[in-house]
Each structure stands twice: as structure tokens, then as C-alpha cells.
């Protein structure tokens, strides 16, 4: 399959990665001379100023990188010869712009009548809100996850990660896979409108399905759990926290076990869910006077011996340094060539395929690395090439 790949900064770049880790040929189309804007973002100074900073890397392997003013005919011209070719197309413009361009989904179909179009927005591209623009904290304000997210009384919290960002890549890598199958059963081009604040809104399906069917608000919950039972969510322990899950009665006496108070599930009080709930107070208190005596560590230990859902909290260093973490391998590494080697992590899927994790093959190519093999395919002569080049067309 080959994909040409109009998106930048994070959404976009990370659906198409997947298709690339899937087997796909991304030609990922940047601006002469800037590129896609994560390029300069990073904690490593040096690779941010040879524009590949850590921002462009996480989701920018195995792509091809061909360099394209979008805002000239001859560009416009070009793009149609690399479409002719492909069999998806993604753009993440706001509504609107990639019509303007001449790249809009009628437009590209009339190049490609079987290509799969996705169009990945903040809001979509149809209803009010469409040509807004967006970011990832912009729709955490909007969708309402800030105001469940933080203790009771802080006030609206962040998520600290672009999870709404990753999430709509992944979503828009599903949609576009729907659309393979939907085109190879209809014969034609279909369109894909994936929305940020959509896709944000489905990861809070539960909490909207019972606002909408039975009027329920949802209100910040710390680190409750989602169940509100008293013996899940956070307990404090002698050296951290520990996230517990013991919601239905058999969680419950294995936990019991496991503390070595088998007294508080033959206790009449807390002998049901519906028991639990009515007596919270007290066994929560009981709850945390136990956790405090061990560390956090300790009880991740013992819960586990005894099938009982626990985690000790850890920081991303903690997790990443684990052993299960790194048998999974859906991080690895790779060297990147410059002033000085570096060797850099990157995602691969995030799922395995018989018992196979699948990592990137090569780093992401320099600014333009690609534009002369990809065009020199539209059968252009080297003059022509290098008069484009010149007047700032296409970039090398």
C-alpha cells in the first residue's frame, strides 16, 4: 500500500507510522525548508537543531520524506502525479484548506477513484465547530475530561500526556484499514472524517452513555477507582501509593486473605457489594491502616500471589526499566548519525502478531531525503528538477 502523508505534528503522523509499521510506503510531504513543525521539539538540543528533534521522531520512522510547496500550481501538480499511485491519502488540515488547495477528497478521488481519503480534524468537518482549530490540551478542555480528572476541590486537571492526539492516530489507522475493505467491496474512493474531540468523547464513552441515558454528572474522583467500591482505588502505603481493584465479593475475600484479616469477609457489614458500600467509611479506614504497615512494593508482591488487581504507582522511569516491559519490545532503539551519535527510542505497535512485536526499520529520513527518487518516478528531467528547486517548489 502506499500512502501519501499530509499531516503533521503528532495525530496525523502517528496513524500514518502505524500503517508504515504495517508494511505500508508513507511519503510523508513537508515544506520546503521548515518541515513538519515537531522537528525542532525535544530535550536533545542538537537534533532539534538539525530538525530532527525526539518531537519528530516518536512517529516519523519508516516513512519517506519528500519536500513540496503545497501553495504553488507546479506543487499542486506534483502532488497529483504521486496520488495517481496511492491507495491512501491523509491530510490534517483544518476543514476547508485542502479544498482550497486543490487536495480536497473530490478533487484526489478524480486522480484516484479507489483511494481511501482520511481527513483528521479537531472538531470534524461538518457541524458548527468545524473550522476551529486545535490542540490536544485544547480538547481535553473541551470534551469534560478535566473537570473528573484531579482531587476533589483542585479544579479541572490536564491529562499530563497527548493521549487525545495518540488516541485519534490510532483511531484514524482503523478507520483507514475499515476503508481498504470498504473500497476493495464498493470499487470506489472513500472518505474518513476522524475528529479529535469524537475520539476524545468515545474514551469517555461510559461516563457519557450515563449522562445521556440517566442524567448522572460525573465530578472529579482523585484516584477513586471507577467502581467507587471501598477496597479499590488509592491506598496510601508506608513508602507510596498502591492502586487496588477488590470490587466484586470474590476480589473481596481474596483480598481478605491476602492482608490476613479473613474476620472483615465473614463480617456481616462488608459481606456484599451492596453491604460494602452502606458500611464504606469504616472499611476503608481499616483498609488504610493495614496498607500503611508494608511498602508499597511488598503488597504489589503478596496481592499478586493471591490474584487480587494491584499495581505499586510508578513513575515512567520505573516502567520503562522493567523487565515486562522490555520483553514486550514495543519500544527499541536505534542509532541516529550526526554531529554526534545518538541512540534514540521509539515506538513500535502497540500490539504483538504471533507473539512478534514490530519495530521500526530505519530512522526518519532528513527534510527532503526522499524528493528527488519520489519525483524522478513522475518521469521529471533533471533540468525541470533542478528549476523547481531553484524557484523553492521542491526541496531536496
Known sequence: MKV??????????????????????????????EGDWTRVLGPIPDMSARHMGLGYMTQNSDKKSVAINLKTPEGIDLM????????????NFKPGVAERLGLGFDAVRETQDRIVYCSISAYGQTGPLRERPAYDHIIQGMCGIMKTTGAKGSGPTKVGAPYIDYATGMNAALGILAGLREVERLQKAVHIDVAMLDTALMMMASLATQHLSAGWHPGQNGNEAWSASPS?????????????AANNDTQFHL????????????????????????????????????????????????????????????????VLAEDHVRSRGIF???????????????????????????????????????????LTELNLDPEEFSELIKRGIIGV
Request: glycine share 8%; net charge negative; charged share 25%.
Open 80 to 91: 497529483r502525479g504521486l496520488i495517481a499511485g496511492a491507495d491512501i491519502f491523509v491530510e
Open 232 to 244: 479499590s482505588g488509592a491506598f496510601e502505603t508506608s513508602d507510596g501509593m498502591l492502586m487496588l
Open 4 to 33: 501519501i502523508d499530509l499531516s503533521q505534528v503528532l495525530a496525523g503522523p502517528y496513524a500514518t507510522y502505524q500503517l508504515a509499521l504495517m508494511g505500508a510506503e508513507v511519503i510523508k510531504i513537508e515544506k520546503p525548508g
Open 332 to 374: 527499541s532503539s536505534m542509532n541516529i548519525k550526526g554531529d554526534r551519535d545518538r541512540e534514540v527510542f521509539v515506538p513500535g505497535l502497540s500490539f504483538l502478531a504471533n507473539g512478534k512485536a514490530q519495530s521500526p526499520v530505519k530512522p526518519p529520513c532528513e527534510l527532503g531525503a526522499d524528493t528527488k527518487q519520489m
Open 255 to 318: 483480598l481478605c486473605s491476602a492482608l490476613d484479616r479473613v474476620d472483615l469477609s465473614s463480617d456481616p457489614l462488608y459481606g456484599t457489594a451492596v453491604a460494602r458500600a452502606e458500611n464504606s467509611g469504616h472499611l476503608r479506614r481499616e483498609l488504610e491502616d493495614i496498607f500503611l504497615t508494608r511498602s508499597a512494593a511488598d503488597w504489589e508482591l503478596i496481592l499478586a500471589e493471591w490474584k487480587v488487581p494491584s499495581a505499586r504507582v510508578r513513575g515512567l522511569d520505573e
